[in-house]
């Protein structure tokens, strides 16, 4: 009697409920950017928070590493089908952000922008009560450039591509604005539980 072995084994229960539909495991890290990897400069780099054009609080490097960190453990799901779970991150919740920024949000949208002129999109509610962080450490070590080091947004619960890589500011926007994905055919908000991968999903 043939066994199915190690490598065609079918994820176990607990695993396949934790697959999103249309979703597979991979055990590898794939990166996916639209353009070049931008290596940044520390020494330069600021983080800002925005209201429109208006600067709402601003830190280097050194003054955003002293803000207090959180951890996450979490499954993570890019819309290219693959799914990897566990993945471990350490970095400023945005709950803390915007604390450390002694501000009351002023609307209910933002929009991420990234060193090479990514941005997407992220309901604030979906950023904040623990669901997500900027991201400065990806399994204890600081986040590769190809992944999105020194700093990336990380919202583990919608699809990968609303997680920006080289993040370097946060804009509150008076209404849900496209970001670069959303604009070319992307789903406005990306559950990956009720596979919204493409707009009218
Ligand atoms: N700044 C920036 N962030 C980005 C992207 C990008 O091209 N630029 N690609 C997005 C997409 S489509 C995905 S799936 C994930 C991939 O992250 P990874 O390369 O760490 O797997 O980053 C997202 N964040
Ligand atoms: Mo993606």
Not at 4 to 29: C, I, M, N, V
Not at 59 to 73: H, I, M, V, Y
Request: charged share 25%; glycine share 10%; proline share 8%.
């Amino acid at each position: 009697m043939a066994t199915r072995g190690f490598f065609g084994r079918r994820p176990s229960e607990p695993e396949a409920a934790r697959l999103p539909p249309g979703q597979y495991k991979t055990e590898d890290f794939p990166v996916l950017s639209a353009g070049a990897t931008p290596y940044v400069d520390l020494a330069k780099w600021r983080f800002t928070l925005k209201h429109g054009p208006r600067q709402l609080a601003s830190w280097s490097w050194e003054e955003f590493d002293r803000l207090p960190k959180t951890a996450f453990k979490r499954d993570i799901h890019c819309v290219t089908k693959w799914s990897k779970f566990d993945t471990t991150w350490e970095g400023v919740s945005i709950d803390e952000l915007l604390a450390a920024a002694g501000v009351a949000a002023p609307t209910g949208f933002l929009l991420a922008h990234s060193v090479d002129g990514y941005t997407t999109n992220v309901p604030l509610a979906d950023l904040t009560g623990g669901k997500g962080m900027v991201a400065t450490a990806y399994e204890g070590l600081p986040i590769s450039p190809s992944h999105g080091g020194p700093a990336r947004l990380l919202v583990p619960h919608l699809y990968f591509w609303k997680s920006a890589k080289w993040v370097n500011a946060l804009q509150f926007t008076e209404r849900d604005e496209p970001g670069f994905w959303e604009l070319r055919g992307y789903h406005i908000y990306g559950d990956p539980w009720r596979e919204q991968r493409f707009t009218g999903d």
